[in-house]
């Protein structure tokens, strides 16, 4: 069965650099979600997209916007990257109530 | 204090052991999840509950709405389910985020 693909799995950046991560959903699922999870510490909630509009916003830094295009994958674009960015980002996507989570993209700010 | 907490933090049990651990919360919930991660980071969808319990296989996950506990129980534990067990809710108030506990690394010995 097909799951949640994002890409890269793994981006080096350096600190002020942007970069873009990339959520693709399961087929004819339309919710996303973006998680941030630091190192050693739990997930947190960044922002979801339901039908291509903003469904909720949690603590996503205004440095980041997101946005789900027409076939329903999802980017985060991150700018004036910071030291404190580095963590893996999951990307989940829904059609009814159960998430189901991609491998994530590990970002590494040096 | 967490919305979600999970005990034991840390659990080191021998091959073919019963395995339980706990996630206790402290919000109205809509639903309940039990997630696996790996140590590559992949976060896998075990459960998804709303009430009374469900069974997968060799896992086995309850739910408790009114003392606002779950447990997930793991039979014949093997090596391969080494892996870290989160507790993540979506609260009746915030839509369709989650939010984690801080997990639970599960070890298992042969």
């Known amino acids: 069965a097909a799951g949640v693909i994002q890409s890269p799995r793994h981006l080096i950046k350096e600190k002020r650099e942007t970069a873009t991560l990339k959520c693709y959903p399961i087929?004819?699922?339309?919710?996303v979600y973006w998680y941030q999870q630091g190192p050693g510490q739990d997930p947190q909630f960044l922002i979801s997209?339901?039908?291509?509009?903003?469904?909720d916003k949690g603590s996503i830094p205004d440095r980041f916007s997101a946005q789900q295009f027409s076939d329903y994958h999802s980017e985060l674009n991150m700018s004036s990257l910071e030291l404190g960015d580095s963590a893996l980002y999951f990307c989940?996507?829904?059609?009814?109530?159960?998430?189901?989570f991609g491998p994530g993209t590990r970002l590494t700010v040096l | 204090k967490n919305e979600v907490e999970q005990s034991p933090q840390n659990l080191t049990a021998q091959e073919g052991e019963f395995i339980t651990i706990n996630c206790s919360y402290s919000?109205?919930?809509?639903?309940l999840h039990w997630l696996q991660q790996h140590p590559g980071g992949g976060i896998v969808s075990l459960f998804m509950?709303?009430?009374g319990k469900k069974k997968h296989g060799r896992l086995i996950a309850t739910i408790n709405i009114q003392e606002k506990h779950s447990s997930l129980h793991i039979t014949a534990s093997h090596p391969r389910d080494s892996a870290v067990y989160i507790c993540?809710?979506?609260?009746?108030?915030?839509?369709?985020?989650?939010?984690f506990g801080e997990g639970t690394q599960l070890t298992v010995n042969p």
């Open positions: 989940a996507s829904s059609l009814h109530n159960e998430q189901f």
């Open positions: 087929p004819r699922h339309d919710t």
């Open positions: 997209f339901y039908e291509k509009m903003q469904s």
């Open positions: 919000v109205g919930i809509s639903a």
């Open positions: 509950l709303s009430s």
């Open positions: 993540a809710v979506r609260r009746e108030t915030s839509g369709s985020r989650l939010t």
